[in-house]
């Protein structure tokens, strides 16, 4: 299995406040990406990242921010919590971007109430 | 911009019958294609890839997938299920800009 940790695994938080959801990979691979998964939509592209402070936007970025100050890092904030984001999270790394294979971290679950 | 199309959002066969599940593309130039698969609570694993060369792709766990470039699709197939198949299944789309697209996948339910 691909050296993917998400944490938390599992949170719940109130509408408004602020949360980070962070990746930890040990693979040194160079592309990272942040995917939502709800029901009737599948996978949808948040963010992603092809190196240390390159970033840039996927389908559904609007509320959601990243960082990535470090290769094995990568973080995924919202702002603002709101309700329509509850969901589950996965963190995602390839090596050399489109043409390899993406491995998947175990999700991490998130409650907006 | 790329987008992954599979119609069917829930599919039921009975165990031992074959299974086909569709893909279809839409991308400008030759794709990079792959097939995932995800069991309830997990994350999601590579099922097998399409790059380039033969069209025929073979996997893991059994199945194999077919490119065709004038359908646009990419096709999931396996000749006999086992009850250890029932997951949901995503095409996903790569394009040279290393996005990675999915589909809104197709969940699969055996019948003993």
């Known amino acids: 299995d691909a050296g993917i940790t998400q944490s938390p695994r599992h949170k719940v938080t109130e509408t408004g406040t602020p949360v980070t959801l962070r990746c930890h990979q040990t693979?040194?691979?160079?592309?990272m990406y942040w995917y939502r998964q709800d029901p009737g939509h599948g996978l949808r592209l948040i963010h992603y990242?092809?190196?240390?402070?390159?970033?840039d936007k996927g389908e559904v970025s609007d509320g959601y921010s990243v960082s990535r100050s470090k290769t094995e890092d990568f973080l995924l904030t919202l702002e603002s919590a709101t309700s329509s984001q509850t969901s589950v999270y996965f963190c995602?790394?390839?090596?050399?971007?489109?043409?390899?294979?993406?491995?998947f971290g175990e999700g991490s679950w998130l409650t907006v109430v | 911009a790329q987008s992954v199309t599979q119609p069917d959002i829930h599919i039921t066969v009975s165990e031992g019958a074959s299974l086909e599940l569709r893909c279809n593309y839409s991308?400008?130039?030759?794709?990079?294609l792959f097939w995932y698969v995800q069991s309830p609570g997990q994350g999601l694993q590579l099922l097998l890839k399409?790059?380039?060369?033969?069209?025929l792709v073979q996997g893991i766990k059994g199945f194999e997938a077919e490119f065709k470039r004038s359908q646009s699709s990419f096709n999931l197939r396996k000749p006999s299920v086992h009850w250890s198949d029932a997951a949901e299944y995503f095409c996903?789309?790569?394009?040279?800009?290393?996005?990675?697209?999915f589909g809104k996948g197709t969940r699969l339910h055996i019948l003993p």
């Open positions: 995602a790394i390839s090596g050399t971007g489109s043409g390899n294979t993406i491995y």
């Open positions: 693979e040194n691979h160079r592309y």
């Open positions: 990242s092809y190196g240390v402070k390159d970033t």
């Open positions: 991308y400008g130039a030759t794709p990079y």
């Open positions: 399409y790059f380039s060369g033969d069209t």
């Open positions: 996903a789309v790569a394009d040279r800009d290393d996005k990675i697209i």
